[in-house]
C-alpha cells in the first residue's frame, strides 16, 4: 500500500430532479455507480460492502441529500448541475464516518448527537455539526479536521482500515474508550508475559496469556493510518487494541503526540518511528514490549517524554 497514492475520477453523477423534491435513496444503478467509484478511489485495496456494509448503505440513503449541504446552500435541493456530496474528499470521509460509527457501535456511544441521522435537517446531515467533529474550510470544502471521540464508549475489536481516508485531519482522539473489552481484561495479575524468540534466540516480540491459556487477537492499528499524513496528534489509549504498531506511521511526519498506552500491541517498536521528527511526547505504558527500543528514538531532537512503563 503506497500512502502517496492519489485519488482518482470524479463522483458518478446522480440523476436530474424536478424542483421542491428529494429523491431518496439512489437508484440501483446510481447505487452500484457509487459503490464502484468508492472502491475505485480508496486509496488502499477494499471492497464496501462487507464488514462496512452499514457505513455503504446509509450513504446511498441520504446521498441526495448530502449533495445539497456540500454546497453550502442549506436547502436540501442537490443540483443537476454538480456531482453528489460536492467533492471526492468529501465523499469519502463522510464514508470514514459512517464506517467508524458501525465499526463502533455508535448506537451505544455516550454522545452521539446528529451522527448517521436521516433527517431532512441540513445542519444535522452536516458532519461538521456532528459530535465530537470539528471542520475547516479548504478552498471551498468542509474537510475534517479533529475526530474527538475520547471516553464515549466505543466498542469493537479493530480501528476501521477507512481511518486512512482522514487525510485532512490533525488531531484523532479515541482515547479512554474499551474497545477490544477481552484484551483489556487481560490486564493485571492473572496475566503473564510470553516472549516469543526469533530463529537466533533473541526476543522478537511478545503477548500476554492468562491462566486460562487465552491470548489477544492481533487486530489493532490498520496500516492505513499511514495516509493521515497531516496528523499531530494521535490518542488511542485506554483502548486494549492489540496487534502492532505499523511501520506505515512512520509517514505521518507532522505528528507531535503519540498516545498508545494500555492498547496492549506487540511491540517493536519499528525503526520507522525515527522518521517523526516533530514528536515531542510518547506514551507507550502498559504493552508488550519485547527488545530493545530502537535507536532512531534517540535521533528525535524534539521528543521531550517518552514512557514505557509496565511492558
Not at 130 to 138: K, P, Q, S, T
Not at 149 to 174: E, K, Q, W
Not at 200 to 228: A, C, E
Request: hydrophobic share 30%.
Amino acid at each position: 500500500e503506497n500512502a502517496n497514492d492519489d485519488i482518482r475520477t470524479t463522483p458518478p453523477t446522480i440523476a436530474p430532479q424536478s424542483a421542491g423534491t428529494l429523491r431518496n435513496p439512489l437508484t440501483d444503478k446510481e447505487a452500484d455507480d457509487l459503490e464502484a467509484w468508492l472502491e475505485e478511489n480508496l486509496p488502499y485495496d477494499d471492497t464496501v460492502t462487507s464488514d462496512d456494509a452499514g457505513a455503504f448503505n446509509w450513504l446511498v440513503s441520504v446521498s441526495a441529500r448530502v449533495e445539497a449541504i456540500g454546497q453550502g446552500t442549506g436547502d436540501l435541493q442537490p443540483s443537476a448541475s454538480n456531482p453528489p456530496f460536492d467533492t471526492k474528499d468529501r465523499i469519502l470521509q463522510y464514508y470514514a464516518l459512517a464506517d467508524l460509527y458501525h465499526t463502533f457501535k455508535g448506537d451505544d456511544w455516550n454522545e452521539n448527537d446528529n451522527w448517521l441521522t436521516t433527517s431532512d435537517d441540513a445542519d444535522r446531515l452536516d458532519y461538521c455539526n456532528w459530535h465530537g467533529i470539528v471542520c475547516f474550510e479548504d478552498d471551498g470544502t468542509k474537510n475534517v479536521k479533529e475526530v474527538r471521540l475520547s471516553s464515549n464508549n466505543l466498542v469493537g475489536i479493530r480501528l476501521p482500515r477507512s481511518i486512512g481516508l482522514f487525510s485532512h485531519a490533525t488531531y484523532f482522539d479515541i482515547n479512554g474508550n474499551p474497545i477490544n473489552r477481552e484484551s483489556l481484561e487481560m490486564r493485571g495479575p492473572e496475566g503473564v508475559n510470553l516472549c516469543l524468540k526469533d530463529g537466533n534466540g533473541g526476543r522478537r516480540h511478545s503477548m500476554r496469556r492468562n491462566l486460562q491459556g487465552t491470548q489477544p487477537k492481533p487486530q489493532g492499528i490498520p496500516t492505513t493510518v499511514g495516509f493521515m499524513t497531516n496528523l499531530e496528534a494521535l490518542l488511542l489509549g485506554g483502548s486494549g487494541l492489540g496487534g502492532t504498531i505499523p511501520t506505515q506511521m512512520g509517514n505521518l511526519i507532522k505528528l507531535t503526540t503519540i498516545s498508545l498506552h494500555d492498547t496492549y500491541v506487540v511491540l517493536q517498536i519499528p525503526s520507522e518511528i525515527g522518521r517523526l521528527a516533530e514528536l515531542a511526547d510518547l506514551n507507550l505504558s502498559t504493552n508488550f514490549m519485547c527488545g530493545q527500543l530502537p535507536s532512531q528514538l534517540g535521533e528525535l531532537s524534539k521528543l521531550t517524554s517518552i514512557n514505557i512503563e509496565k511492558n
